[in-house]
T-cell receptor
Framework: GENVEQHPSTLSVQEGDSAVIKCTYS??????FPWYKQELGKRPQLIID?????GEKKDQRIAVTLNKTAKHFSLHITETQPEDSAVYFC????????FGKGNQVVVIP | EPEVTQTPSHQVTQMGQEVILRCVPI?????FYWYRQILGQKVEFLVS????????KSEIFDDQFSVERPDGSNFTLKIRSTKLEDSAMYFC????????????FGSGTQLSVL
């Protein structure tokens, strides 16, 4: 089955700087790559997703890039704010999603 | 905005007891899922359900687990004889379609097995 690896496990950034989280996946058949944000004690919330026929997608301060050849995709957050502090999960798959272990992002005011 | 709802938010049970976790998916969604998250670990797929039957399940979803859609709105996860290692946050999710369709998660049920 699909195996998703996520790096780094923890990321601290100064407010206003950019944060980048990278994920790799193993199954070349995966065609859907969402990113979820999970605040402490709350449900995972979809923040952005990308499909395999697209290389990049942007939504305000958030962007995702996909490299199908290398089987990796990344989340980019620009102009980080304290409310961006959360755990971010990447996932990959088709009919079922395999999740990465999550990145703890800490934005330092 | 429609949401997936789950009850209860917290469930405490004794080892060996049966528990039923309840979910109401978004009304026009056709695909339903259960995921779990052990504290501090990744979200893990348990099972997907479509057209009143299981479409896929993981190795975690053994004979102790079962799912049911007893009526037109509820989707339940039953654990027959709970074990300590079943303690986790259980998330229900739904999507309009399978495949690469967006998944919407419920707020979760925190299950504690003592």
């Amino acid at each position: 089955g699909e195996n998703v690896e996520q790096h780094p496990s923890t990321l601290s950034v100064q407010e206003g700087d950019s944060a980048v989280i990278k994920c790799t996946y193993s199954d070349s058949a995966s065609n859907y790559f969402p990113w979820y944000k999970q605040e402490l004690g709350k449900r995972p919330q979809l923040i952005i997703d990308i499909r395999s026929n697209v290389g990049e997608k942007k939504d305000q301060r958030i962007a995702v890039t996909l490299n199908k050849t290398a089987k990796h995709f990344s989340l980019h957050i620009t102009e980080t704010q304290p409310e961006d502090s959360a755990v971010y999960f990447c996932a990959a798959g088709n009919n079922r999603l395999a999740f990465g272990k999550g990145n703890q992002v800490v934005v330092i005011p | 905005e429609p949401e997936v709802t789950q009850t209860p938010s917290h469930q405490v049970t004794q080892m060996g007891q049966e528990v039923i976790l309840r979910c109401v998916p978004i009304s026009n969604h056709l695909y339903f899922y259960w995921y779990r998250q052990i504290l501090g670990q990744k979200v893990e797929f348990l099972v997907s359900f479509y057209n009143n039957e299981i479409s896929e399940k993981s190795e975690i979803f053994d004979d102790q687990f079962s799912v049911e859609r007893p009526d037109g709105s509820n989707f339940t996860l039953k654990i027959r004889s709970t074990k300590l290692e079943d303690s986790a946050m259980y998330f229900c999710a739904s999507s309009r379609q399978g495949g690469d369709e967006k998944l919407f998660f419920g707020s979760g049920t925190q299950l504690s097995v003592l």
